[in-house]
């Protein structure tokens, strides 16, 4: 691979993804490659800031208000990270990105998900993941794993994060070359190595 990949790691809250991001970013180092981890929200700088506001502000935040912090934090981690990576010919990975907005605040908060889909097209000035990896996992084992500690996010309850996770499988289904679905229930290790076999198969390579 000449030139840099944007891969990002999706799920509903305690599927594993982060754990998985870590592990491969361990692993592609391990075979020579540069890479860089980013989130969202939460890209460094002046992302830290919106996301202490979206998981931790305790009064009340509404869902278009909600939607335009996430918006805002995507725009800035693009534009001045996710996209010199690249240039430069890094892998990027990062922990959630524009699926999470439709699924969170689409399919789970209600938000009309057309409108979701353009201003997320205007927040990335249209650029897409090369892949992204949905870590689906059953409601009960998420909560087994998120525990009684929860942010404001994870504290909405079982049935939006049912709709949360029905809205990920949805999203998947509309586009199956970029986004594939890994069963979180497996063991770690099991799950990474499905993870870079589906690197691999993607972009059709080898050696990583």
């Not at 030139?3 to 361990?26: M, P, R, S, V």
């Not at 409108?115 to 997320?120: A, E, M, S, W």
């Not at 090369?130 to 009960?140: G, H, N, P, W």
């Not at 939006?160 to 594939?180: C, D, M, N, S, T």
Request: with cysteine.
């Amino acid at each position: 691979m000449n030139k840099g990949l944007f891969i990002t790691f999706e799920g509903a809250d305690g599927c594993g993804k982060t754990t998985q991001l870590k592990l491969i970013d361990e692993y592609l180092r391990g075979k020579g490659y540069k890479t860089l981890i980013t989130r969202e929200p939460g890209a460094k700088g002046l992302g830290e800031k919106i996301r202490e506001i979206l998981l931790n502000y305790d009064g009340d935040v509404s869902p278009r208000c909600e939607s335009f912090l996430f918006l805002a934090d995507r725009a800035q981690n693009i534009d001045c990270i996710i996209k010199p990576a690249i240039e430069e010919g890094v892998i990027v990975l990062c922990d959630r990105h524009t699926d999470s907005s439709v699924a969170y605040q689409g399919y789970g908060r209600g938000l009309d998900i057309e409108r979701i889909n353009f201003l997320n097209n205007l927040a990335t000035d249209g650029m897409k993941p090369d892949l992204t990896l949905v870590f689906d996992v059953d409601i009960e084992t998420s909560e087994k794993r998120v525990g009684s500690k929860k942010d404001r996010m994870e504290k909405a309850g079982r049935e939006f994060f049912e709709r949360v996770r029905q809205g990920y499988l949805e999203i998947a289904k509309k586009e199956p070359e970029r986004i594939k679905v890994v069963d979180s229930t497996k063991s770690i290790d099991e799950i990474h190595q499905e993870v870079i076999k589906l690197i691999q198969n993607k972009f059709n390579v080898t050696n990583i």
